[in-house]
């Protein structure tokens, strides 16, 4: 299979300490993320959102924003099959849907995006 463009998205709810975790993973591809975009359905209160690869711990932050109800990077990711990307708000509205959505390009694990 040639390599092809993507798009994906997974949501995730805000808990009551307005804290909310969304993970994405390429399914057995390789992927370039040339855009991810976080946003919240609801901002009365205007959540931080930080996204991390393979990890939560300071290590493994690549970004973060303080405008986590909708920003968007252009910050480059290289994964391989088995890599994930995680995002982590805080400070959102209790019960909002939280969105991490990522757009590139993907081809079968190992030969590379």
Do not use: K
Not at 57 to 84: C, I, W
């Amino acid at each position: 299979m040639p390599r092809q463009r993507f798009s994906r998205s997974v949501t995730g709810i805000v808990d009551s300490s307005g804290r909310a975790e969304c993970q994405i993973t390429p399914p057995g591809m390789d992927w370039t993320v040339e855009t991810t975009t976080v946003s919240v359905s609801s901002n009365v209160l205007e959540p931080e959102c930080r996204t991390y690869l393979n990890g939560t711990g300071e290590p493994n932050l690549v970004e973060g924003t303080y405008s986590g109800s909708r920003d968007t990077s252009d910050t480059a990711h290289y994964l391989q099959s088995g890599d994930f990307l995680t995002a982590i708000w805080t400070g959102a509205d209790v019960g909002a849907v939280a969105t991490l959505r990522v757009s590139g390009w993907q081809s079968p694990a190992g030969e590379g995006s």
